[in-house]
């Protein structure tokens, strides 16, 4: 590492992951090496395939988040996670003290909590990322010396707050939803024969959307063409369900999907979960969504992100216990064209440009 170094930690979930990825491409569009920039990362979830394609340096670290639940299993479960996180603190403390970075960067999530107790410890500025309108538990217990909170909400209860909005990948900001560029990611995953729906449920998958998804094709609705981003966790299953229908050429099933920029510039409405960066993801391409925040979410902070782009006309909120195949393709046949042009008009309008070009600003206040 060279004399000017920047720590990005976070992951576990592609939400934590693709902010930094954001922040970290901003810093080197205002001239810091590749080499300069170093990702701690979990060893679970997606990072590892977010991230391994990338120019950039990534250590991984072991461990799993902590569940909310005094159940003998989970009590179990717990303390194997605690160990991890042990684990993860002393590897991590280690590099970072070898590294000797100018600031750390955390974006959340369990993989980030070495390197916010590193910052501590090394006495080491940190600048928090933190998109969801309600704070993560590290973030909200341990980033209390931050330097400055870059968060996506305004009201957002954390230290030094400046509102910059979600940062993006440049595929997402540089995506648009013209005549021609619709066409051409149609062509790119082979669709257009009706109302295009893009099904996303994050990298494991949501398993109330992937029933209700099946069970709709299933039921028919020959006039929707769905591109279902399943997730790993469930694809097997319902890829057989697939092949009992007689593997329906309106129904496309992926378990994961690189290339998400195309799929919401192809869709005409998108389903999904209302993580805080699948919303402004949405509403930086101007997409249509239908919205189902995760039950039992921390501070119930999906509802409250979903709730911002429903407040502006982008979305419309289902609660997970009333989705079915029968609820959601009614509510799909009732989204008219007219309708699906208002609602992405309107979610164009939540988008905050440039957010990831002012973390790194800020981000560099800790370098230079």
């Not at 998958?205 to 929707?224: C, E, K, P, Q």
């Not at 966790?233 to 329906?248: C, E, N, S, V, Y």
Request: include cysteine; charge should be positive; proline fraction near 6%.
């Amino acid at each position: 590492m060279t004399s000017k170094s920047v720590i990005l930690a976070g992951g576990g979930t592609g939400g934590h992951v693709l902010p930094i990825v954001a922040v970290a491409q901003a810093l080197v569009e205002a001239g810091m090496s590749e080499a300069d920039l170093q990702f701690i990362a979990s060893a679970r979830g997606p990072d590892r395939t977010l991230l391994d394609p990338l120019p950039f340096s990534a250590t991984y670290v072991s461990g799993r988040g902590i569940q909310r639940s005094l159940a003998p299993r989970a009590m179990w479960d717990n303390l194997v996670a605690a160990l991890g996180l042990v684990k993860a603190v002393l590897k991590t403390v280690g590099q970072i003290a070898k590294w000797k970075p100018n600031v750390i960067v955390s974006a959340g999530g369990y993989a980030a909590f070495p390197a916010v107790l590193s910052s501590w410890l090394l006495r080491v500025p940190l600048v928090l990322v933190n998109i969801d309108a309600v704070p993560g538990a590290v973030h909200r217990y341990f980033g209390r010396r931050a330097v400055a909170s870059c968060v996506g909400f305004p009201g957002t209860s954390l230290p030094n707050p400046i509102v910059t909005g979600a940062p993006l990948s440049a595929a997402i900001t540089n995506a648009t939803r013209t005549s021609a560029s619709r066409q051409k990611a149609r062509q790119h995953f082979g669709l257009g024969r009706g109302k295009v729906v893009g099904v996303v449920g994050g990298s494991l998958g949501a398993r109330s959307i992937n029933r209700a998804t099946s069970a709709m094709v299933a039921a028919g609705h020959d006039d929707l063409e769905v591109y279902h981003v399943a997730g790993r966790r469930d694809f097997d299953t319902l890829d057989a369900q697939r092949q009992m229908m007689g593997a329906p050429e309106n129904y496309h099933l992926v378990p994961f999907e690189q290339a998400m920029a195309e799929l919401y510039v192809a869709a005409d409405v998108i389903v999904a979960r209302a993580g805080a960066m699948t919303v402004a993801e949405l509403a930086a391409i101007g997409v249509p969504a239908i919205l189902v925040p995760l039950p039992g979410a921390p501070g119930d902070h999906q509802t409250k992100n979903a709730q911002a782009l429903v407040d502006v006309g982008g979305a419309v909120l289902v609660r997970d216990g009333d989705l079915t195949g029968e609820s959601l393709g009614r509510l799909l046949d009732e989204l008219t064209p007219a309708r699906l042009s208002e609602m992405a008009s309107a979610s164009a309008t939540l988008h905050t440009p440039q957010a990831a070009a002012m973390i790194a600003s800020v981000v560099l206040r800790y370098v230079n």
